[in-house]
């Protein structure tokens, strides 16, 4: 049988990139997936049809990760549609790098909705739902642990904002057999960090492998801890990054 058979999974932000990797992933091991996106709803349709073109099910729900209700609703209709939930994938983020100069204010509050406080929601909302074996998983970033450019303290502060929420989490969450998790990427080729930019060529000499990362690396990673095999992994920093942070 396949890992995931009978498992339902939500990945907040998976229309694109690592979250669209992760869909997949999880749905060619059995999972049904839903996901949630906000400006791509011609990808995310296509994300469906690929997914049910193997066999599989999926659903894409527009919602904004900023806005708390429609988080919350968001898992309430997978678990409406599907009748459970045991995998939640916390990946929708931005990136706003700016001079400290003139950082707005805008960009600072928006970081902090999307990257951090929609994982509060998400994982609020998902834990009514989450049995034993439950899963819920964060994206974080390398940056977390490693800034070493100029511009982005706002998002190296967002992705470790999530160190003490998984931490607590794991807490919370534990007696009831499920776990928590970050999983901090390093530079993987997607439309937010391409490989072939020129911001990309400044970050190459950084990783310990000199190459960007796949999103398929990242949700193979996901898949891990999603999975029976790794109930005993809770609370944890996992870094997918070529070695950018050792
Ligand atoms: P992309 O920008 O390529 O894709 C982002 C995805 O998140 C899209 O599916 C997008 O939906 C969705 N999304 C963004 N904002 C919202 C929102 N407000 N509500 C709902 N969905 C949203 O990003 P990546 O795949 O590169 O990054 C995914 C995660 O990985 C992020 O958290 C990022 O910070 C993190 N990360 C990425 C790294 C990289 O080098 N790429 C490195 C380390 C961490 P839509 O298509 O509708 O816009």
Redesign the pocket.
Known sequence: ARKFEGKVALV?????????AVVQKLASEGATVAF?????PA??DALVAQVQAVGGKALAIQ????NADAVRQAVDATVEAFGRLDILVN?????HLGALDDFKLEDFDRTIA??VR?VFVATQAAARYLGEGGRIIN?????ADRMPFEGGAV?AMS?SALVGLVKGLARDLGPRGITVNNV??????????PADSDFASSLIGLMAVGR?GH?SEVADFVAFLAGPDAGYITGGQHYIDGGFSA
Do not use: C, E, F
């Open positions: 907040q932000g998976g229309s694109r990139g690592i979250g669209a949630t996106y906000i400006s791509s990808k995310a919602a904004d990760s900023s990946n929708a983020g931005v990136l999307v990257n929609s994206i974080g970033s390398t940056n998002y992705k901090h990427p390093g530079p993987i080729d997607t439309d937010m960090n960007y999103a």
